[in-house]
C-alpha cells in the first residue's frame, strides 16, 4: 500500500490518516476537503453555536498536524470516483491516483416536500459556515422556528434560547427521540423545553411563506393550544440527513440507503472504503445494519478501515452510542432503545437512566441523563450479552460497575 486518498475530513475520515499513521503506515497520504481543515460537527448546535466554544477548539487538529504527520491537505471537491482504477478527478481538474480510497463524504440536510421548502433562505445546520449563519440570526428580541425536534434541533434550541432568542420547536411527534432514548427519557427530556422558555408544538408542518419581516410557517393540523400557523424571522429545518452517495452510486459501488460495506469498511470495489455517515455494514449473514450517523460510530469505522487497509486485525466491535447536551444537562445513550421491556431508575423523583431488557433478559441499551459512568457500564454489559436482573437496574442503590463484572454463563 503506496497510497491512500481520503475523500471527506469529517471525523470519520480524519480518524482514518489518524489511525494509519498510528499504525505505522509509511505511504504517501492525501485527504481531501473543500473546506479545509478538519473540524468537529457535535459543537455546532451546542457550545460553538452559543459562543462559550473558542473557535480554534473546533478543529479537530492544529494546524501543524498535517505536516508533522505528512498528511496532504488538499483544499478541493472530489467530483468522479473510477473505482477500479483507484482514482479520483477533482473539480479543479487534477486526477489523484491510489492504492485504496476511502469515501468520508458524509450527509446533506434533508428538505421537506411541502410549499416553500425549498426555499433558499431556509436555515440548516450541517457546516461551521451554517453555525456562523445561525448564530447571527439569535439573541435578545429575535424569533426562531426550528422544524424537528430531534438531537439536532432540540441541541439548536436549546443553545438559540441561552442566547435570548425566542424559539418556536416543531414536530409532528409528540414525544421525539423514543427509537433513540425509550418512551421514558425522552418524554422527560422533551418536557425540558418548556421549563426553559422553548415553546413546543405538535403538529406537521404544511407550508412556508416570506413575509416582510420573515417567515409564516403554517400547521398542518392546530395544535393541542389551537395554534395553526407560527410567524419568525428565522426559521431552521432540523429534519435529518440523507447520506452523500452521489460519487459511489456513479462509480458502481452497491448501495442502498448507504455504501454497502463489510466489517472492515470495504466496499464492493476492492480498492473502495466507506466510514461515516454513508457506511451501512452487511453482515455475515447478508443481512443489513441500521446506518449510524453518531460522533462514536464514525470514529469507529475509521478506525477499522485503517487496520482493514493494512492488514491489521480490526478493533473489537463496540455497541452503540451517544450523546447530547441541552438545557444544562448532559444524555448519553448505548445499544438499542428500541423494543424490550424497559426499565426505569429514578433518582431525586426523576427518570435517571432507563433501559431496555429483551425477552431472554439481556440488556439491549441504556439512556440516561447525567448518567456518570451508568452508560459506560451499562454499555459493557450490552456488549457482553449480559442477563440483568431488573430489579437491580431499577434500584439506584446497586452499582451499575459492580453489575457489569462478568460472571459465570455470561450474566450480571
Same mark, same amino acid.
Given at each position: ?234 426559521? !431552521?429545518? +432540523?429534519? /435529518? &440527513?440523507? *447520506?452523500?452517495?452521489?460519487?459511489? %452510486? @456513479? ?7 448507504? $455504501? ?103 440488556? !439491549?441499551? +441504556?439512556? /440516561? &441523563?447525567? *448518567?456518570?459512568?451508568?452508560?459506560? %457500564? @451499562? ?7 449480559? $442477563? ?25
Amino acid at each position: 500500500m503506496r497510497d491512500v486518498v481520503i475523500v471527506g475530513g469529517g471525523v470519520s475520515g480524519f480518524t482514518t490518516a489518524q489511525e494509519l499513521r498510528r499504525l505505522g503506515y509509511t505511504g504517501r497520504l492525501r485527504m481531501v476537503e473543500p473546506q479545509g481543515r478538519p473540524y468537529d460537527r457535535p459543537p455546532l448546535s451546542k457550545n460553538y453555536l452559543d459562543a462559550t466554544l473558542p473557535p480554534e477548539e473546533l478543529f479537530l487538529a492544529s494546524e501543524g498536524w498535517f505536516a508533522e504527520h505528512s498528511v496532504d491537505l488538499v483544499v478541493d471537491r472530489v467530483v468522479a470516483l473510477d473505482a477500479a482504477a483507484g482514482r479520483v478527478t477533482l473539480q479543479s481538474g487534477t486526477r489523484l491516483d491510489a492504492d485504496a480510497v476511502v469515501l468520508a463524504t458524509g450527509g446533506n440536510p434533508r428538505t421537506l416536500p411541502i410549499p416553500g421548502g425549498d426555499d433558499e433562505g431556509l436555515l440548516f445546520l450541517r457546516a461551521k459556515a451554517d453555525a456562523d449563519l445561525l448564530r447571527g440570526r439569535c439573541g435578545s428580541g429575535r424569533t426562531l422556528v426550528v422544524v424537528g425536534a430531534g438531537l439536532i434541533g432540540a441541541e439548536v434550541a436549546s443553545s438559540a434560547s441561552k442566547l435570548g432568542t425566542e424559539v418556536t420547536l416543531i414536530d409532528p411527534v409528540a414525544v421525539p427521540g423514543v427509537p433513540a432514548l425509550g418512551a421514558t427519557i425522552a418524554a422527560e427530556l422533551h418536557a425540558m423545553h418548556g421549563r426553559h422558555g422553548v415553546r413546543t408544538l405538535t403538529a406537521p408542518t404544511a407550508s412556508l411563506e416570506r413575509t416582510t419581516g420573515g417567515w409564516l410557517l403554517r400547521l398542518g393540523q392546530p395544535a393541542a393550544d389551537g395554534t395553526e400557523a407560527v410567524e419568525a424571522d428565522a426559521v !431552521l429545518m +432540523a429534519v /435529518g &440527513i440523507t *447520506p452523500e452517495l452521489s460519487l459511489a %452510486a @456513479a462509480a458502481g459501488l452497491k448501495i442502498d440507503n448507504g $455504501v454497502l460495506v463489510d466489517a472492515g469498511q470495504r466496499s464492493s470495489s476492492p480498492a473502495v472504503y466507506a466510514v461515516g455517515d454513508i457506511a451501512r455494514h452487511r453482515l455475515p449473514d447478508g443481512t443489513l445494519a441500521h446506518r449510524h450517523e453518531h460522533w462514536d460510530s464514525a470514529m469507529h469505522a475509521g478506525q477499522a478501515a485503517a487496520a482493514s487497509i493494512l492488514g491489521h486485525d480490526l478493533p473489537a466491535p463496540a455497541a452503540p452510542w451517544f450523546w447530547t447536551d441541552r438545557h444544562g444537562v448532559h444524555v448519553e445513550a448505548a445499544g438499542s432503545m428500541l423494543g424490550g421491556r424497559e426499565v426505569v431508575r429514578h433518582q431525586d423523583g426523576r427518570p435517571w437512566i432507563a433501559f431496555a431488557l429483551g425477552d431472554d433478559g439481556r440488556l !439491549l441499551g +441504556a439512556a /440516561g &441523563i447525567d *448518567p456518570g459512568q451508568g452508560i459506560r %457500564a @451499562a454499555r459493557r454489559m450490552i456488549e457482553q450479552g449480559a $442477563v440483568v436482573d431488573p430489579a437491580q437496574l431499577a434500584d439506584p442503590a446497586v452499582d451499575l460497575k459492580r453489575l457489569a463484572r462478568p460472571a459465570r454463563g455470561g450474566t450480571a
